[in-house]
């Protein structure tokens, strides 16, 4: 799993086997901006998880921008 960029935001995936936790860091203009947490099963975590925290996280931030 690499970077993903998407309205600006570069998310980066970070997580543990061993704890089952991941981190979605996440950058605008080269800077760090926020962190989410979240736990996962298995050997990595679900892309599709992956996908839904960005896309709610740049539909929260987007929306009401005209």
Same mark, same amino acid.
């Given at each position: ?27 605008? #203009? ?15 975590? #679900? ?20």
């Amino acid at each position: 799993m690499g970077a993903i960029e998407h309205e600006g935001y570069i998310f980066e995936i970070e997580y543990s086997v061993l704890l089952q936790k991941g981190a979605l860091h996440i950058y605008r #203009d080269g800077e760090l901006i926020e962190e989410i947490e979240f736990a996962f099963c298995g050997e990595k975590p #679900d892309e599709q998880q992956i996908e839904a925290l960005v896309s709610e996280y740049v539909e929260q931030k987007t929306s009401g921008r005209c």
